[in-house]
């Protein structure tokens, strides 16, 4: 099961950041959180990941708090192209690497 | 383009037919996951390779089911006596294991099958 709790959906203006919450209370201290998008009719897309520190990458930013229970992902300028289903995971420490999805956000970005 | 591909995007298929697919990932990748996204649910862990062995199935892999990855690079999964509940669309994906913790999967476009 999905370790991870996510709103069912949300929306935000367009240029305006978008911020999406994680809650992962039973998270461990090596499990690393790891963000994925999925937009319509496409397969899953990589877009951040972290295990104790924030993180900024070209399309997002990652703020973990300082227990790791939640996490916000924060799209700094959303565009219309960002209108997606966003997945927060929590992998699996395992050597498998696989990653077990939740429900997600689906998230709107308004004109 | 060098991502990971899925043959065919579509399926259609009647209910107790055989199905087919195929994935091909990024070269040099040495994992491919195989997952089951059915509407409006993320995507489902079914089962892994690392080179040609297969390390892992979810018990969503029924005995209708079977992957193979013979050499090391494309990917089978097949479908046996398909059933109506086995429409969805079939992810693959691939990573390289270059032993960090944040090696990403790149995912393909998956295969939507759907069975009359």
């Known amino acids: 099961d999905a370790k991870t709790t996510q709103p069912p959906s949300m929306d935000c203006a367009e240029g305006r950041a978008a911020n999406l919450p994680c809650n992962h209370s039973t998270i461990s201290g090596n499990e690393y959180v790891y963000w994925y998008r999925q937009i319509h009719s496409q397969g899953p897309q990589y877009i951040i990941h972290g295990l104790k520190n924030n993180e900024t990458n070209e399309m997002a930013s990652l703020i973990i708090t300082e227990d790791r229970k939640s996490s916000t992902l924060i799209l700094p300028h959303a565009t219309l192209r960002d209108t997606a289903v966003y997945y927060c995971?929590?992998?699996?420490?395992?050597?498998?690497?696989?990653?077990?999805f939740g429900s997600g956000t689906r998230l709107l970005v308004r004109p | 383009d060098t991502g990971v591909s899925q043959d065919p995007r579509h399926k259609i298929t009647k209910r107790g037919q055989n199905v087919t697919f195929r994935c091909d990932p990024i070269s040099e990748h040495n994992r491919l996951y195989w997952y089951r996204q059915t509407l409006g649910q993320g995507p489902e862990f079914l089962t892994y390779f690392q080179n040609e062995a297969q390390l892992e199935k979810s018990r969503l892999l029924s005995d209708r089911f079977s992957a193979e990855r013979p050499k090391g690079s494309f990917s089978t999964l097949e479908i046996q006596r398909t059933e109506q509940g086995d429409s969805a669309m079939y992810l693959c994906?691939?990573?390289?294991?270059?032993?960090?913790?944040?090696?990403?999967?790149?995912f393909g476009p998956g295969t939507r099958l759907t069975v009359l």
């Open positions: 994906a691939s990573r390289h294991t270059s032993g960090g913790a944040g090696d990403e999967q790149f």
């Open positions: 995971i929590v992998r699996v420490t395992d050597s498998s690497y696989k990653l077990i």
